[in-house]
């Protein structure tokens, strides 16, 4: 069997086009025995299934999964280090065309059994681990730039046999911490997630335990690129005197805000603010004879971490949207 080399957190894409085809990748490991997750995604309506053998030639299954049609799934894998692994990738049975990105990305070293400091952990970065036994514990620290961050950090409990815990802890080291953002229990299955602001050249320690073994997955979203950096679109119709006004829901909003002008490029005052991120619509008190203009942006206010106090992001407006009331 010929394998092709993949490299760490960089995507390899691939197409079976027959039915039972398999294509197979090599993937080394370094110094240390580590924990890695294997994530395919699946683009095509056919599905793929992989597994992964630490030789090719005895085909010994460490363990194998199948991704549907246009689906994604991702494994935790604890890796020997200076190993060479092979992973299959396979048409799911009786399909062709199967279409795929592989990509594999290292979590963290495993030194020891107790509580460790992770690898550096990156705002826009999807990572996870596995607790080994119940009372287990894995530590990420995070050390922000020179730049305050908002961020939605989404815990999910993937298999821990039992319920986890995520806390975010503030200090310059691990002893020397208070608390930011504290957990509540999640069960198989469930998420939960918190947005706070992050503060500029500041180290923060994120910490997952369970009284249960499985894996988990952390995701670091970072809400200026998701809210600051967006804006809806809205429409808007005339009744009688009074203007219509819908706009599309914006994901990361906890509100939003109605603005209204006589001039397309005037100056623009708060009509109304609209307190729940579902709630995408709004009609107007009856207006004089003229022209208006209006557009919306997303809000959301987010807890600057450790400090009891808030900061309010919005979105970019919308395009101004022209009503004439007769």
Known sequence: EQAVDILLSTPVSGTLIQEDNSEWYAFKTNGFNSYYVVQMDCTSETGVEIAIFPDINKQSESYGMVVGGKGSLSQTVKFNQNQ?????????????????????????????????????????????????????KDVYKLKVGRKDV??????????????????IYSGSNLKDTQIVAKGQ????????????????????????????????????????????RTKTTVKASVSGKQARLTWNRMDYAHAYEVYVSTQKDGKYRLLSTISSRYLTSMTTS??????????????????????GNTRIIRSAFSTPKKVVIK
């Open 150 to 167: 908002p961020v939605r950090v989404l815990f999910q409990n993937l298999s821990v046999n039992g319920q986890m815990n995520f806390h």
């Open 286 to 307: 009856k207006q004089k004879k003229g022209t208006y203009y209006y557009k919306v942006c997303g809000v959301a206010t987010v807890d600057i971490a450790g400090t």
């Open 185 to 228: 229990k999640v069960g198989i299955g469930a998420s939960k997630y918190y947005e706070v602001m992050l503060q500029k050249n500041k180290v923060y320690y994120l910490v997952a335990e369970g009284n249960g073994s499985g894996n988990y997955q952390i995701s670091f979203e970072n809400l200026y690129t998701k809210l600051a």
């Open 84 to 136: 060479t692994y092979y992973i299959r990738v396979t048409n799911e049975e009786g399909a062709a065309n199967g279409q795929y990105q592989l990509t594999v990305n290292e979590i963290r070293d495993d030194v020891s059994d107790t509580a460790t400091e992770a690898r550096w952990t990156e705002i826009e970065k999807v990572t996870g681990g596995y607790l080994e036994v119940a009372g287990d």
